[in-house]
Structures are given as C-alpha cells and as structure tokens.
C-alpha cells in the first residue's frame, strides 16, 4: 500500500525546484538595481565634462594687473569672482534637472539603483566640471603669468570655485526634480481588492 499523497497549497507539487532557491529572485532583482545605479552614476557623472565646458565658456573673467611687484584686481569694485561661483550653481541645476528629466524617462519602472546613482553621478560630475574648468582655464600660477604680460597689462586671473557648496547645486536639483516627476508621472501602487462577502 502507498501513503497517499498530501495535497500542497497553491496546487504546487512538492519539491517543486523550478523557480530556484527563495532568495534567487530577490538577489537577480538587488543585482540589476545595482547595475542600473552604476550605469546611471558614470553617466551622469561623465557628464560633467559638458558642465565643466560650459561654465568655462560662460563664466566671466577676473581681470588682473601688476605694478612690477604685486598684482592685483584691475577692478576693485568688480564682481566676477562672486558671478563665476554663481555661473556654476546656475548651470548646476539645469544639469541637474535634465539629468534628472533623462533618468525618469529611461528608468520609468522606477527603483532605488538609479537615484542613488544620479545624485552621486551628479556629485561626482560637478567635482569633474570644477577641476576641468579650472585645469582648462588661465593658468593659476598668477605671477608667472604677470611676468609674461608685462607691467600694467590687465590679464585674466585663474578661474576660482570659491564657495564650495556650488558643488551640491547638482546632486539636489536633480534629487528635487526626480522626485517631482516620479510623484506626478511615476507608476500607482495597485488599488486594494475588496475583501469577498463572507
């Protein structure tokens, strides 16, 4: 005589070894959201080349002179210093909202991997437009230079990110905006089922 079978729920056979081991969904899902989140960081922060480009190409310049024994600012009175740190916050949050608008169109579904990628890829990208607009732009080395031109001859001073929060510009706009559009166009959680009539 054989011992009858015992019936499983959800009509599952026992031993049903198909699906694979219980965690193998969970960690394939945790593995693409990483993946997703390291393509999302790099190519954000690759990105940040443009952002570097632009603000050396917009950032307005701080005119220098020497008398022969010390330089200084051609005008006292001007304001370039503080308009290139604003030049930068400026262009960080464009960057960060289009990144944030090009990210939410491509990774719709959702997802932590993809944030968490765009807000450090932002961080990472505005270090990268800050030491290449600074690399590409006049040389800091300011007597050197003063020597070149000769004295009395205005010459444009190094290109300065002085206050350092600029750097955040980017990362937060991006954070903002994200979130701005996942609340307004992001996918619904399903509606509850009504409970059936007992």
């Known amino acids: ?6 019936p499983q729920p ?27 989140g390291v393509l999302t960081g790099l190519s ?8 570097g480009l632009a603000w050396l190409w917009l950032a307005p310049r701080v005119p220098l002179v020497s008398d022969g024994e010390a330089v200084y ?13 604003g030049t930068f916050v400026l262009l ?3 960057f960060g909202a289009v990144t944030a608008l090009v990210v939410f169109l ?28 600074v690399a590409l732009g006049p040389t800091s080395d300011v007597v050197a230079h003063a020597r070149e031109v000769g004295k009395g001859v205005p010459f444009d001073g190094p290109l300065e990110l002085r206050a350092k ?11 903002l905006v994200h979130l701005a559009l996942t609340g307004l166009f992001g996918p619904r959680d399903p509606e509850p089922q009504p409970l059936p009539p007992l």
Not at 1 to 6: D, G, I, K, R, S
Not at 44 to 51: E, I, K, M, P, Y
């Open 1 to 6: 005589m054989t011992a009858p079978l015992t």
């Open 10 to 36: 959800h009509g599952r056979p026992p031993h049903d070894t198909a699906s694979g081991p219980p965690g193998a969904a969970t960690s394939g899902r945790e593995a693409g959201e990483l993946r997703r």
């Open 165 to 175: 929060g600029a750097l955040l510009a980017w990362p937060i706009a991006a954070m």
């Open 106 to 133: 491509l990774r719709r579904s959702g997802g932590v991997g993809p944030v968490v990628g765009l807000a450090l890829g932002g961080l990472l990208g505005s270090v990268l437009a800050w030491r290449l607009g």
């Open 44 to 51: 954000v922060t690759v990105s940040g080349v443009l952002l």
């Open 73 to 85: 600012l051609e005008n006292t009175e001007g304001e370039q210093a503080i308009a290139a740190d």
């Open 92 to 94: 960080g949050l464009a």
